[in-house]
Nanobody
């Protein structure tokens, strides 16, 4: 079965950086897209960023554009989220997902398979 394992979360000060990683395994078919989502306490899940497979087409939520960057290493099935200039509002559990393309979504990708999440705290 498909597994996604996130790592790289932690506690940082505002203005600092973190890089999240997501290792994917157990799939039979490549996903249409890979995405990051986040959920802060008491809030709904929020789109963050995505890559459309095969096109290297990247999409970002307005709240993170210019500060966050997604990338992937196809050889190691690892998906990354580089987060710079972190702000307290970025505090959330971050989830990696394999997904399907949906251009109605702010990041053009809706999650199908999900990781367990990694906590990011910015103070």
């Amino acid at each position: 079965h498909v597994q996604l394992v996130e790592s790289g979360g932690g506690s940082v000060q505002a203005g600092e950086s973190l890089k999240l990683s997501c290792v994917v395994s157990g799939y039979k078919y490549k996903a249409d897209c890979m995405a990051w989502f986040r959920q802060a306490p008491g809030k709904e899940r929020e789109d963050v960023a995505a890559i459309i497979a095969g096109l290297n087409d990247k999409h970002y939520a307005d709240s993170v554009r210019g500060r966050f960057a997604v990338s992937q290493d196809i050889a190691t099935d690892t998906f990354y989220l580089q987060m710079d200039s972190l702000e307290p509002n970025d505090t959330a559990v971050y989830y990696c997902a394999r997904g399907s393309i949906d251009y109605r979504s702010p990041i053009a990708c809706v999650g199908v398979n999900w990781g367990q999440g990694t906590q990011v705290t910015v103070s």
